[in-house]
């Protein structure tokens, strides 16, 4: 049997651990056939971000009707974006494609470079988010996209809510960044149903990666034909065990490891 297909359409991170080539690890170590689109490309390692190209649109729409048009896909994740012209490309996209799609609206890297413009949020939320079958920012991005900031557990409902005004079906608001003592809890919500998501918190600082990691394993749950909530439990069981796994890679903050898995 063949396995699902799920494509990831993102920058790239030269360093490895997040972007496309993170999508495509959490592809693999998951048991789905991973293809990309690339949006750009980044000069990236340990200690961040030291350039950023983005391609031209019809580039990001040549790859991305090659693979669809050809080979189809069960899912589709979307990462870095980086420009208007980029983020309306792939809603247009997307609109018509007969499968899932995870939007995880990235707007900064690991150490605060951005990597969205300012001038592309309104189109992430009237265009791209509407076609999200599962959106999954983080408190940041959540407060860059709505203006609700995230102090306290209590506070993700208010965000989810937020959110799901702009037309995904499902939010997952990631509070790993908030100070919740021993334990990293996530919201998942349609607005009717609600799944609270806990996970011991590990002390490592390796943690680059995270959030395209959980986005592309939300994407390899559905395209195995998993409801959104279990998808959504199963990354994030994946994501814990990468973040413990984290190791050091050059000077500065590593990546989470998406093999760990298969090591002894």
């Known amino acids: ?21 993170a999508d495509l690890k959490t592809m693999l170590a998951l048991g789905v056939h991973g293809m990309s689109v690339l949006t750009a490309v980044t000069a990236q390692n340990s200690r961040g971000v030291q350039g950023v190209w983005e391609l031209p649109a019809e580039a990001v729409r040549a790859q991305y009707r090659a693979v669809v048009d050809d080979i189809g ?52 939320r009237t265009r791209l988010l509407p076609v999200a079958t599962v959106a999954t920012p983080n408190l940041d991005e959540v407060t860059q996209l709505t203006g609700v900031r ?29 100070p919740t003592g021993r334990e990293a809890v996530d919201l998942l919500t349609d607005g009717t149903e609600e799944h ?24 390899s749950g559905l395209a195995r034909g998993l409801a959104v909530p279990e998808a959504v439990r199963e990354a994030k069981a994946y994501v814990t065990g990468a973040i413990a796994a984290g190791f050091a890679l050059g000077s500065g903050i590593g990546p989470v490891d998406h093999g760990w898995r298969f090591r002894d």
């Not at 208007?84 to 499968?99: F, Y």
């Open 73 to 124: 896909v069960q899912a589709v994740k979307t990462g870095m974006l980086a420009t208007t012209a980029l983020v309306e490309t792939v809603a247009e996209l997307l609109a018509s494609v007969d499968a899932p799609v995870v939007v995880d609206p990235v707007g900064v890297s690991k150490h605060g470079d951005p990597l969205l413009a300012e001038t592309a949020l309104d189109s992430v």
């Open 196 to 219: 609270w998501l806990r996970a011991p918190r590990h002390d490592n600082r390796h943690t680059h990666g995270t959030g395209c990691t959980l986005a592309s394993a939300v994407a």
């Open 1 to 21: 049997m063949n396995p699902p297909l799920v494509l990831t359409v993102a920058g790239s991170d030269s360093g490895g651990g997040a972007g496309v080539q």
């Open 150 to 178: 995230v102090g306290h557990e209590d506070d993700m409902r208010r965000a989810a809510e937020a959110v799901l005004s702009y037309g995904p079906r499902w939010v997952l608001i990631k509070g790993g960044h908030l």
